[in-house]
């Protein structure tokens, strides 16, 4: 896919997943804003891009704040006269008993993963709809949004609110040629792939376990404006896991 001069930004782009996402649209010719809440991370991931031969520039941003927000956007629109292309993607977990969370933990998490979407998208798309295409927003949500294991009450919260303002946001921002979509991962690998035993992979219908490059195909296809009728949606990208059939023993 060609993406060449669209300016596109990704949220917690240091690392992981974030970090894939960065690098799949910087190969294929996007100008990416790299934003992070950990500068040491994100100057090294700029870095490296731009060895590449990358049009790449590190932000730091924490999502929690308004301000570092409104800060990127318009940094992106000062460096590149546009934005095209927004990744929500920066968020964190709580995996803790609802007995032990307390209320910090809590507005912590909702403010990191789900309040962020809601700015960024806000601050991105007054830019995005002075372009004559439009723009493209993905949020990304989790298959948590819709199955859970114990202990994981807040960051399913986010997860499934962050599926609801997907919608939302399609409805709202279709009149500015925006379209905005969820993906949902299952099981996406971040660290020493060799490490995985082989039932690791053959848990999932896909028999293997999900990587970051998966995840950074499914957002290059969402974004892509040929493929602009698709929008509101949640694409569950999980090897399979979410319709698979389990009966304990």
């Known amino acids: 896919m060609n993406f060449i001069n669209k300016v596109v930004v990704v949220t917690g782009a240091a690392k992981g997943i974030g970090r894939g996402i960065a690098s799949a649209y910087a190969e294929n010719g996007a100008k990416v804003l790299i934003a992070d809440v950990d500068e040491t991370a994100g100057r090294q991931a700029e870095s490296e891009l731009k060895q590449m031969g990358a049009d790449v520039l590190y932000i730091k941003t924490d999502v929690k704040s308004e301000v570092d927000i409104i800060n990127l956007m318009e940094t992106a629109k000062k460096t590149y006269d546009r934005i095209d292309v927004l990744i929500n993607n920066a968020g964190k977990g709580l995996f803790k008993s609802l007995y032990e ?6 507005d912590d ?9 809601f700015l960024c998208s806000r601050e991105a798309a007054k830019y995005m709809r ?18 859970s294991e ?25 009149e500015d040629q925006i379209t905005v979509n969820a993906i949902s991962p299952g099981w996406i690998h971040t660290g020493d792939y060799s ?14 376990v999900g990587k970051p490059d998966d995840i950074a195909r499914a957002c290059l296809y969402l974004t892509d404006r040929e493929n ?13 896991m979410t319709k698979k059939m389990i009966y304990e023993e």
């Open 150 to 174: 114990p202990n994981s009450e807040g960051y399913a919260a986010t997860k499934g609110g962050i599926v609801a303002i997907t919608h939302a946001l399609a409805a709202s921002l279709s």
């Open 130 to 147: 002075e372009n004559e295409e439009g723009g493209a927003i993905i949020n990304m949500a989790s298959t948590r949004a819709i199955m």
């Open 195 to 208: 490490q995985l035993t082989d039932i690791d992979h053959h848990q999932h219908f896909s028999k293997r």
């Open 109 to 117: 998490i909702i403010q990191t993963n789900l309040r962020s979407v």
């Open 101 to 106: 969370v307390t209320v910090d933990e809590w």
């Open 228 to 240: 602009n009728f698709v929008t509101g949606i949640n694409l569950v990208v999980d090897g399979g």
